[in-house]
């Protein structure tokens, strides 16, 4: 950072090693270094400026983003980058591009459910990138329900083929990413149909485009779907439509691990377990919620940082006026967003571990673990997602006016994190699959098969009936046991209420139906018992680093507080605490404000962002806003002429009142 | 409309007079009609078409909205416009505009603050455009305090003159719309300094632009600030940047209705009450409020016409799957907000009777209503606009993915309209003013004098907090009164306990400061009585049209109910209600969502609103989504060509490995 750091009385005031918090933060040290190393390399090289992207037209936009996935591959190349530091590349790039596609879920999709001679083919083309492909699964009338797809995949034993095909305007496929003007190939999801049998929704590799002159191939209809939410955002990407008229494509391009069609044209399944699926799935969450971390994180610090350089108000004798930061208002909004970046990240280091755990099971044929893990994964996925869109719209407002300009960089981050709600798995529909789970566990109970993992606690659900919070001054409520018991109770309560509500109904389907918004509810209150619970547990392992602990443990009691006042309806509806107790609660959790308040810049500069990434005038890490927003409002194109293109044309006559001859 | 009406089945489920609700929405009959003529003539006009708006560059955008809003005012005077007619249509526009600043800012700041002199030279030329005015208040570092405000108008006695200057950087003028590019003239708001003495902030008028060839006036730098939130948005808008360098105005630029210069440099006041200012104010908030009720029911009719043509699992032998509007979950977050468009369009109504009440007064030197009406009209702009901000993105994630392209029309709407939770008095510290106000009013409550208006309630707070809820079963909750009781009983008693917080600071300001995130809650519960008991009010009136009032009864309960659960903490800690009658509220909410179903479609067709208006494909009048949104996409710039550009140069040395010689 060159010149005065505007913020430095801020950051004396920390009382805690910053540097070990950062190691906290990235998971260790190894993780810290990579990622410190190629955020820094990808800040450092102009190639990658991102700070123009609002200003351009849709073309342009794109057009630069494929320069930049060709230059970053480049780089990788010519570093010999491993696949960690390659990735991590990518991810400060910042800029969605066909490349996420391509490593994320063609590739993945090969490894997955081709078998070791359709891997052998295809990865090591993909690993070169001498084809790119995306992954064709949703269509234009088809989203949530997989099932319900309509593009049909109909084998021809007498050619030895399979004959893709949309047979409905809402079966074209609709929305994969890179689709639209960069795939050279696809994993499209199609019925399999043999003999007039539909065997349902499977996966195969089809070519698109010409590999010599990048034309769709006969039969082969794609174009981009249009401009989505944003200045930037996901315009960069060519989220695609696809049609198909009868293509045909060789047997050996269905992707056979699990299930396959013999030469004659018979529906066979092999002995890989179908189970493997879902660990891919946990997988994919796992990464989802680790991210929710880091975008909430980036808005956190963007306005942690301007909150403490803004000034209104307060100033009685012509002095300063008072840092925004200072407010208990501007704290009782941030705080619990900074608690539940830290929340997040910890919960999804613990995702990390169960996705491994659940693969050492898949592999021994273990598969006991693995509702609880995939109701778990999707609960948390809806959960931290939906906090995070909500939370970075809400640091914009945290910033006032100046975070609507794009130079906060806090538009860009909110359109390009929103859609993160609808896919892989739409978050509401998400949170009924979690209940569900939740209401099976309830019926099981007396069968004295005991709840496992995260849901363990459903086996104490007798004693978490009667249970009733001890809490009798607001520091009670510092004590870790006295906030997880008061969240089982509350969990466990609002299951229990379901399932017994639910047992009222005739026909269990319509009273799952009908309860759902109820049954919602008690998905949320499992999965913030679940981000407590592995926060807590966090705690307990061995933190270095002065004051690092401590920190932690303000943050965590925040991030419980703040739902317990957020929720309170549910805890005292419940009978968990009483009115006097929530009360403390709350009392506490101001004095929590307190304690973080000194500590919140270096809280946020321990997510070691560069101002590269950050990409936000407002979050400077040096704090010199002011200066630099002036600076940054000569740069939109319409400062490149004093009087504007248009203005002799429609304002002029305007003026001088000769609107009536004007042609417009 | 031309072709098949796809909803044609939902709307012959109505069970009321469409076109009486379209008159109760619109507001009267006259109403009606000129909105429906002014909506149609601006929807049958190529000319304002608005659907390329995303896919145009900053410029281009800029240059076609000087173009339509030359175009609207030539329409304006063809075809001699009323006022109200000419306000109409310019909001049909649906664009924002330097014209909203001249008409809605520019012209009632000289109205409002000009002597009659003033007035007779500056309204005319306003009024025939020949000078284009905007309102140059905030600057780069002052936002919410206009005390705080650092541009100087210093009076020179020698030449009869202020001088206009920037002291600082951070006294630069930012946000003003129109001010960048457009305005000829703006009221600047400076510190008026005469004889070394600082008078705190005045108005003046400033012309900033030569009426010749449209470049700054000598000492005046100006600019606009660059992009913000979203493709279309506020980028038609040239919110701009302003600096004086010592700029020179004559003495009777100043607005001296209220106080005045005399040409020795005497700073005097007139007889004109300063608190007319004020009736200003709660005009303008009355108007946001009416627009919220625009702005939520335009993303609500969006998504409950898409939610009846979207459809999503549920088919079990492969018929129809099952339309998302039958979702429990969906009407749950849907209906609320149908619920709450309706709550804020009467209240919105309410409002402009007060204001007229206000006004009034205000000419009768009658004070004594100004506090409350400016505190409840402060507090109703924050709640109804943070609602609908919220309200619109719940609807753009109710359609799924699809309502994240821009084609839904849903992301315009929402980047367009957040910024009003912050202009005009951010939400937060709106709330805390109308929290101040009632914990006054609590403190005087022993003294006899009885609280007026929104918060006579008040005046019973003995009962109030004696109160318990008689509700027994879930039909108890639709009786009004059960309601009302609820929510005054729980808005006392907030007042009350924060009241009761604060006597225990000695300190008073120092524990409004520590308490604020509490009376911020105090103050929620409060404007969401109103916004009941305004609700309530109406349906006390006598509203013709078959089933209408029914319909009306229904969403009135939904709102209430819908934020009794919301809010159900509040309700149970201060015990004005039980967890048995708080699970009572929540049954019978969920019935009412089953009563508003058949409705829902009719519901929206009530606001009258052109396909022009609501720029959704998704919301289409005619339910045809999908054929629509497939034609859409090959609309987009990207589609021009099949093999896009950048990938001769980006992408073919890619597949063909031959990167490392590329020139990036």
């Known amino acids: 950072m060159e010149g005065e750091d505007h913020l430095a009385f801020e950051r004396n005031k920390a009382q805690f090693d910053v540097d070990a918090m950062k190691i906290v933060w990235a998971g260790s040290s190894h993780a810290f270094e990579v990622t410190d190393r190629m955020s820094r390399l990808v800040a450092s090289d102009p190639a990658f400026r991102k700070d123009n992207r609002p200003m351009l037209g849709r073309k342009e936009l794109f057009k630069s983003t494929l320069k930049k996935a060709a230059y970053a591959w480049k780089r990788i190349i010519e570093l010999r980058l491993t696949e960690e530091e390659a990735g991590k590349l990518r991810s400060f790039v910042d800029e969605p591009a066909f490349t996420d596609l391509h490593w994320g879920m063609f590739i993945p999709a090969i490894k997955g459910q081709g078998t070791e001679e359709q891997q052998q083919k295809w990865l090591p083309l993909a690993h070169k990138m001498q084809i790119i492909g995306c992954y064709a699964q949703t269509e234009l009338g088809h989203g949530s329900n997989v099932q319900g797809l309509e593009t049909t995949a109909t084998f021809d034993p007498k050619t030895d083929e399979f004959v893709i095909h949309s047979p409905t305007l809402t079966s074209s496929k609709w929305w994969p990413g890179g689709l639209g003007k960069v795939s050279t190939h696809a994993v499209v999801y199609a019925r399999l149909i043999t003999d007039g049998k539909d065997h349902g929704v499977h996966g195969f590799i089809v070519q698109l485009r010409s590999l010599d002159d990048h034309l769709p191939l006969p039969g082969i209809t794609i174009g981009d779907i249009g401009m989505k939410f944003g200045n930037g955002a996901y315009n960069t990407m060519d989220n695609g439509v696809l049609r198909f008229e009868h293509v045909r494509i060789p047997r050996n391009q269905m992707l056979m691990r699990v299930s396959q069609i013999t030469r004659e044209g018979k529906y066979v399944q092999s002995n890989v377990p179908r189970q493997l699926v879902y660990g891919t799935m946990v997988y994919v969450r796992q990464t989802i919620v680790s991210d929710a971390s880091t975008a909430l994180s980036r808005a956190v610090c963007i306005a942690t940082r301007y909150s403490a350089v803004r000034r209104q108000f307060g100033a009685n004798n012509g002095g300063l006026e008072t840092q925004v930061i200072d407010y208990k208002t501007q704290q ?17 280091e613990w995702l990390k571990w169960l996705y491994t755990d659940v693969m050492k099971r898949l592999q021994a044929n273990d598969f006991s673990t693995l509702p609880e893990a995939h109701a778990c994964t999707a609960g948390l996925k809806s959960l931290t997602t939906s906090a995070t869109a909500d939370g970075i719209e809400e640091c914009r407002k945290l910033c006032g006016g100046h975070g609507y300009l794009c130079s906060s960089g806090l538009p860009e981050l909110f359109a390009v994190y929103v859609p993160t709600c609808t896919y892989e798995g739409d ?3 998400l949170l009924l699959q979690v209940a569900r789970h939740l209401v099976k566990i309830v019926s099981k109970l007396g069968s004295g098969k005991k709840p496992v993992g995260t849901a363990a606690y459903m086996g104490r659900v007798e004693q978490l009936m009667e249970f009733r919070s001890d809490v009798q001054k607001a520091e009670d409520w510092l004590n870790p046991n006295a906030v997880l018991a008061a969240f089982e109770a509350r969990a466990a309560r609002k299951s229990v209420a379901c399932a017994k509500n639910l047992s009222k109904f005739t026909n269990p389907e319509e ?3 009908e309860l759902s918004a109820d049954l919602a509810e008690a998905a949320v209150a499992h999965c913030q018992l679940i ?10 392992q061995d933190i270095p680093g002065k004051g690092v602990k401590q920190q932690l443990e303000i943050l965590c009691s925040i991030y419980a507080l703040f739902h317990l006042h957020k929720h309170l309806g549910d805890f005292l509806s419940t009978g968990c605490i009483t009115p006097k107790q929530g009360s403390l609660a709350n009392d506490q ?12 810049i ?4 321990s997510f070691n962002y560069t101002d590269h990434y950050l990409s936000s005038v407002l979050g400077r890490y040096d704090g ?7 600076e940054e409002a000569w740069k939109d194109p319409l400062n490149d002429s004093v009087v504007p293109d248009g203005f002799e044309e429609y304002v002029r006559p305007m003026l001088k009142q000769q609107l009536r001859n004007a042609r417009l």
Chains 1, 2 share one sequence.
């Open 589 to 600: 959790l101001r004095s929590l404000y307190s304690q973080v308040r000194p500590n919140a």
């Open 332 to 348: 009782a909004r941030l705080f619990p967003l900074l608690a539940s970046a830290y929340a997040f990240r910890f919960v999804g």
């Open 624 to 630: 010199n806003v002011y200066p630099k927003l002036y």
């Open 511 to 513: 009273g799952f139906q």
């Open 531 to 540: 981000v407590v619970s592995k926060f807590i547990e966090k705690l307990q």
């Open 427 to 429: 978050n509401i529909v």
């Open 602 to 605: 270096a809280l946020v500069d």
